[in-house]
C-alpha cells in the first residue's frame, strides 16, 4: 500500500538515508517547501530531523522494493541515494533508475574509483572525498584537482 494519500502529489523526492547528510537535505528542502519521503532501516535516525520538517518518514531497507513500493518510489521526480555503504547505494539508484525510471538520480560515492559505474547507468554522484580534496585546494589556494588525481 502506498503512504501517499493525495494520489495527485507526484512532485516529489525521496532521500534514502537518514544519516548526517540525508536528514540535512531533507531538512533544507523541506525548508524550501519541497515535498520529501526520507526513508531509512533505523528508526532512531529520523530524529536527526528537525521539528520543522514536513516531510514523510518510512522505515525499512531502501533496498527492498515493498519498502521502495510503500514510499511510492514510482511516482518520484528524485530519489537521493545517501546511506553509508556503496554497494546500497548503487543498488537503490539502479532500482530507481532502470525499474521506476525516476528522472534524477543522485547517489553519494565513498569510494571515487567507481564512479566510471556509475556514470555508465546514467547516476550522478556525490563524492565526499572528492569534493574535500577541492575545497582543501582552495583553502590551499591551489587550483581544483581533478577526479582522477584523488
Ligand atoms: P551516515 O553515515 O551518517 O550518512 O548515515 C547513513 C544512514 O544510512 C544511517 O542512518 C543508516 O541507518 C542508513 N542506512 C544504511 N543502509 C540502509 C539501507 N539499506 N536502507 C535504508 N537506510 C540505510
Known amino acids: 500500500m502506498s503512504i501517499l ?6 512532485d ?4 534514502v538515508g537518514c544519516g548526517r547528510l540525508g536528514a540535512n537535505l531533507a531538512n533544507t528542502l523541506s525548508e524550501e517547501g519541497e515535498n520529501v519521503l526520507i526513508l531509512d532501516k533505523e528508526k532512531e535516525a529520523f530524529r536527526k530531523l528537525s521539528p520543522s520538517f ?8 531502501g533496498t527492498d522494493l515493498d519498502v521502495l513500493k510503500k514510499a511510492d ?3 518520484a521526480n528524485a530519489v537521493i541515494a545517501v546511506t553509508n555503504n556503496d554497494n546500497t547505494n548503487i543498488l537503490i539508484a539502479q532500482l530507481a533508475k532502470e525499474f521506476y525510471s525516476v528522472g534524477r538520480v543522485i547517489s553519494r560515492l565513498y569510494d571515487p574509483e567507481r564512479e566510471c559505474v ?5 547516476i550522478d554522484t556525490i563524492c565526499p572525498a572528492v569534493l574535500s580534496a577541492n575545497e582543501i585546494d582552495k583553502l590551499l589556494e591551489k587550483p581544483a584537482r ?3 588525481a584523488v
Do not use: C, P
Not at 516529489?12 to 532521500?15: D, S
Not at 556509475?118 to 546514467?122: A, C, D, H, V
Open 73 to 75: 518510489i514510482s511516482r
Open 146 to 148: 581533478t577526479k582522477e
Open 12 to 15: 516529489y523526492t525521496i532521500i
Open 118 to 122: 556509475y556514470r555508465e547507468l546514467g
Open 54 to 61: 514536513g516531510g514523510l518518514t518510512v522505515e525499512g531497507d
Open 5 to 10: 494519500k493525495n494520489k495527485k502529489q507526484a
